[in-house]
């Protein structure tokens, strides 16, 4: 799944694989994987190659603060063509009925129910992931055709967590 984010006014794609608690980054040719730890709400340890590194990551908003021994950095979360989402429909796979789990995490809230209406970019399901919250949102006017999630449950990468049913105009 590819990921942006704005650093120094630079767009910057990532395109990573994320597990229960590592990620393997892959850039051109190269790639890196990388294990994770939190050890508290914001502060993680992460190794890569046998060293391990302690960070602290925080959202606020549209931005993301980063600590880390080497230096200080924020990265902006840009504005999507398709809202604020931090969900690939479908998985990646063009199916955008089926809204799916960017990464493990826990259900936060459940914002709609089964049978109802949705407009395009309304907030269905938040997701909290790395104790950041991340919306699921409706790809365009829809119905919530099946809710596969409740609030508290605990939800590996690219499981459905809603199904919609696109409205015709």
Same mark, same amino acid.
């Not at 799944?1 to 590592?22: Q, Y």
């Not at 190659?49 to 908003?61: I, L, S």
């Not at 999507?80 to 479908?90: I, N, P, R």
């Given at each position: 799944?590819? $990921?942006?984010? =704005?650093?120094?006014? @630079? *767009?910057?794609? =990532?395109? /990573?694989?994320?597990?229960?608690? &590592?990620? *393997?980054?892959?850039?051109?040719?190269?790639?890196?994987?990388?294990? $994770?730890?939190? +050890?508290? !709400?914001?502060? $993680?340890?992460?190794? +890569?190659?046998?060293?391990?590194? *302690?960070?602290?990551?925080?959202?606020?908003?549209?931005?993301?603060?980063? &600590?880390?021994?080497?230096?200080?950095?924020?990265? *902006?979360?840009?504005?999507?063509?398709?809202?604020?989402? $931090?969900? @690939?429909?479908?998985?990646? &796979?063009?199916?955008?009925?089926?809204?799916?789990?960017?990464?493990? !995490?826990?259900?936060?809230?459940?914002?709609? @129910?089964?049978?109802? +209406?949705?407009?395009?970019?309304?907030?269905?399901?938040?997701?909290? /992931?790395?104790?950041?919250?991340?919306?699921?949102?409706?790809?365009?006017?829809?119905?919530?055709?099946?809710?596969?999630?409740? @609030?508290?449950?605990?939800?590996?990468?690219?499981?459905?967590?809603?199904?919609?049913?696109?409205?015709?105009?």
């Amino acid at each position: 799944m590819d $990921f942006e984010f =704005v650093h120094n006014d @630079e *767009r910057l794609t =990532v395109r /990573a694989e994320v597990g229960k608690n &590592s990620i *393997r980054v892959v850039d051109g040719d190269s790639e890196i994987s990388y294990d $994770f730890f939190s +050890a508290d !709400g914001s502060l $993680f340890t992460i190794s +890569a190659n046998g060293k391990a590194t *302690r960070v602290v990551a925080v959202k606020d908003g549209e931005t993301i603060y980063v &600590s880390t021994p080497g230096g200080d950095f924020q990265f *902006r979360l840009p504005p999507s063509v398709d809202g604020d989402t $931090f969900s @690939e429909a479908g998985g990646g &796979s063009g199916d955008k009925s089926k809204l799916v789990a960017p990464m493990p !995490g826990k259900v936060v809230k459940v914002l709609v @129910e089964e049978g109802q +209406a949705v407009t395009e970019k309304e907030k269905l399901v938040i997701v909290e /992931a790395m104790k950041m919250e991340n919306p699921l949102v409706a790809p365009y006017p829809a119905q919530v055709v099946k809710i596969n999630c409740e @609030e508290g449950q605990l939800v590996d990468t690219e499981i459905i967590l809603v199904e919609l049913k696109e409205l015709e105009n």
